[in-house]
C-alpha cells in the first residue's frame, strides 16, 4: 500500500464497480464514492452462476484497462477518464472473514488485482482491491453490437434473478454517485432495455425462468445471491 494511500497497512479497502454499489460487502464501516482512472467499464463479462446458466450466459460488468481499450472496434465510446464506483473499508476484525468471502468472487473469471481510488470528496487515495474478468479469461466476450448486447441482456435470467435488474440497478447505482458519475455505455444499453420492455409483449416484472425456456438453480434467498455477485 503506498504511503499517499489514505490508510494504514492494518486498513482493507475494496472497490466495488457493478453490483457492489448497491448490495455492500458483509462487514464494511465506511462507504466512500469516488472513481479509479486508466479503466473503462463494459458488459463484457459472461454470467453463468448469476445472471445467466453454463447453457445461456447472461453478460455482467467488468474493467477494461484504457490502453488496451484503445486498440478495439467499440461502438460505445468513453469520453470520461473515470470509472466510477464506491469503496468498502471492512472492519479490522472482520478481515480475513471477508476476504474468504471474496475469494469465492473469483468464481468465473474474475481475479483479483490493486488500484488507487480516488475519494469524490478530494480526500487522499485509497489502495483498493478490486475483482477484473481480464481479456486473458474464457469468460471474457470483448465488444457486441449494442443493440444485440441490450437484446441479450433482456432475456438472459440465472440463479439471482433477471440480467436486465442487474443493467437498470446499476445504471440507477451510478447515477446517485456524483452529478458526474453516469455512465455513457451502461446508460445507452439501460435506454435500450427500457425500451425492450415497453415494447416488449412480456412483462419484464413476470418474465420466470419457464416462460424463457430454462432452468436455474435458486439459493435459499435473494440476498445470498446478490452477494455472491461482482
Do not use: C
Not at 465506511?30 to 453478460?59: C, K, L, M
Request: proline letters at 7%; glycine letters at 8%; aromatic letters at 10%.
Amino acid at each position: 500500500m503506498s504511503a499517499d494511500s489514505g490508510a494504514s497497512e492494518s486498513e482493507f479497502w475494496l472497490f466495488g464497480y457493478g453490483s457492489l454499489i448497491w448490495k455492500p460487502p458483509p462487514h464494511f464501516d465506511r462507504r466512500i464514492p469516488g472513481f479509479v482512472t486508466g479503466y473503462v467499464r463494459r458488459f463484457w463479462q459472461n454470467s453463468q452462476d448469476h445472471r445467466g446458466t453454463p447453457e445461456a450466459p447472461g453478460r455482467v460488468v467488468t474493467l477494461i484497462e484504457r490502453s488496451f481499450w484503445q486498440t478495439l472496434e467499440d461502438p460505445h465510446p468513453s469520453g470520461s477518464e473515470k470509472v466510477w464506483g464506491v469503496a468498502y473499508r471492512i472492519e479490522a476484525s472482520k478481515v480475513t472473514e471477508v476476504r474468504e468471502y471474496l475469494d469465492i468472487r473469483e468464481i468465473n473469471g474474475y481475479t483479483i488485482h490493486y488500484t488507487p481510488f480516488h475519494p469524490s470528496d478530494g480526500s487522499p487515495t485509497i489502495q483498493t482491491l478490486v475483482y477484473i474478468g481480464t481479456p486473458d479469461n474464457d469468460q471474457f466476450m470483448g465488444p457486441q453490437d449494442p443493440q444485440k448486447l441490450a437484446e441479450h441482456i433482456y432475456s438472459s435470467i440465472g440463479p439471482s434473478g433477471l440480467n436486465k435488474d442487474y443493467l437498470l440497478h446499476l445504471d440507477v447505482a451510478l447515477e446517485s454517485l456524483s452529478a458526474e458519475s453516469g455512465d455513457e455505455h451502461i446508460k445507452d444499453l439501460a435506454e435500450r432495455v427500457r425500451k425492450l420492455e415497453r415494447t416488449s409483449n412480456i412483462d419484464g416484472g413476470q418474465v420466470t425462468a419457464q416462460a424463457l425456456g430454462r432452468e436455474t438453480k435458486k439459493v435459499s434467498s435473494t440476498d445470498e445471491q446478490e452477494e455472491m455477485e461482482k
